[in-house]
């Protein structure tokens, strides 16, 4: 879904300049040509076998990536203004997870509201804010990401934790299906 997003964007963007998706400019065919570069080099520098481990890996590593985003979202959304706005981005809209331990051990990464907040700042000096602020997860990272592969230990963690957000932030939405299907517009 974001490669999608990600690629309509980008052909969004080609079409204001009067250029075609296919314009050497669009940094897609950078980003293929770099992803058949690196799988060449596995093929020549460990035959099949390298080129199957590095497809492994490449898929350990995608996965990794999506479960973090997903527990790092999960339940989250901007309120919608109408006409295809949403309101700024607030520290509201991601979950912080301020353990010390599992910080230290990914950089604050944690602190992932302030890096959405104020996306300019360095991960070493990312901010934490309190559960007023941000919605906090129960626990840190590593045991997050392993109940978020048990979906009914998952729901049951999370999902008070979402309504409680949800009457929190916005009591005045009493009707989130548009939310929970992705219905609204697509930001402007």
């Not at 527990?71 to 109408?82: A, M, Q, V």
Request: hydrophobic share 40%; no cysteine.
């Amino acid at each position: 879904q974001s490669f999608k997003s990600a690629f309509r964007a980008e052909a969004a963007m080609l079409a204001r300049k009067d250029k075609p998706w296919t314009d050497l400019s669009n940094p897609f065919f950078k980003y293929w040509a770099l992803q058949a570069g690196f799988l060449l080099a596995a093929l020549i520098l460990g035959g099949w076998a390298g080129l199957g481990l590095f497809l492994v890996q490449a898929g350990v590593a995608i996965w990794q990536l999506e479960l973090v985003n997903y527990i790092e979202h999960y339940g989250l959304t901007r309120k919608h203004l109408g006409d295809g706005k949403y309101e700024h981005v607030q520290p509201r809209h991601s979950w912080n997870a301020s353990h010390k331990a599992s910080n230290w051990l990914l950089i604050n990464l944690q602190r992932h509201s302030d890096h959405h907040y104020k996306p300019d700042r360095r991960f070493p000096v990312l901010q934490t804010y309190r559960a007023t602020e941000a919605p906090q997860l129960p626990y840190g990272y590593p045991v997050m990401t392993m109940a978020a592969m048990i979906p009914p230990l998952w729901r049951r963690m999370m999902n008070p934790r979402v309504r409680k957000w949800r009457a929190m932030y916005y009591p005045e939405i009493t009707d989130w299906r548009h939310y929970k299907a992705g219905t609204n517009p697509l930001p402007r």
